[in-house]
T-cell receptor
């Protein structure tokens, strides 16, 4: 079974440019999470989806960040325009909504804004 | 405020010796507690969880963790460390009425010396 797949693995962009990250969760996992992990810190939740509905986006900087999960499967996280402080690893995770087990994380996208 | 604390930035142990990585939490209600491990350039991998029941839970790769309600702790342990255990370890707690918001600690880097 494929795990959570994220792309790209690495992205370097200039500030003020747009960038997008893609995530394909584990088949059948209806809950999808986007986390941001700054260097030397633990992941911080940006947004959580239950199927196609964003049920917790309280930590998402909505002035520049947006996300979508059309059809309740794949998800895209976008930043426009990017700022230097957005440099981080963006992690996608998924889980089955019916259990209280651990999440399955993707390998992440390392974003560098220059 | 609900939080997770990992008081040690780094833990150093010799191979073959027992290891402990500390975690304390502050949440209202009964906590769901987790440990994850992160290897370089990889996403987080689920190690083990405490939901209810026996205070000592066993997980992947020979790791175990002890839940102590009176001390609000959930320390990760292993009887005999391996060099390959060297990685970044995150403690996490799941909170909220829906039970699906996970807060991560800042992480502890474990270094096992041969």
């Amino acid at each position: 079974e494929a795990g959570v797949v994220q792309s790209p693995r690495y992205k370097i962009i200039e500030k003020k440019q747009p960038v997008a990250f893609w995530c394909n969760p584990i088949s059948g996992h209806n809950t999808l999470y986007w986390y941001r992990q700054n260097l030397g810190q633990g992941p911080e939740l940006l947004i959580r989806y239950e199927n196609e509905e964003a049920v917790d986006d309280s930590q998402l900087p909505k002035d520049r960040f947006s996300a979508e999960r059309l059809k309740g499967v794949d998800s895209t996280l976008k930043i426009q325009p990017a700022e230097l402080g957005d440099s981080a690893v963006y992690l996608c995770a998924s889980s089955s909504g019916t259990d209280v087990g651990g999440y399955t994380f993707g390998s992440g996208t390392r974003l560098t804004v220059v | 405020a609900q939080s997770v604390a990992q008081p040690e930035d780094q833990v150093n142990v010799a191979e073959g010796n027992p290891l402990t990585v500390k975690c304390t939490y502050s949440v209202s209600g009964n906590p769901y507690l987790f440990w994850y491990v992160q290897y370089p350039n990889r996403g987080l991998q689920f190690l083990l969880k405490y939901i209810t029941g026996d205070n000592l839970v066993k997980g992947s790769y020979g790791f175990e963790a002890e839940f102590n309600k009176s001390q609000t702790s959930f320390h990760l342990k292993k009887p005999s460390a391996l060099v390959s255990d060297s990685a970044l370890y995150f403690c996490a707690v799941r909170v909220g009425t829906g039970g699906f918001k996970t807060i991560f600690g800042a992480g502890t880097r474990l270094f096992v010396k041969a």
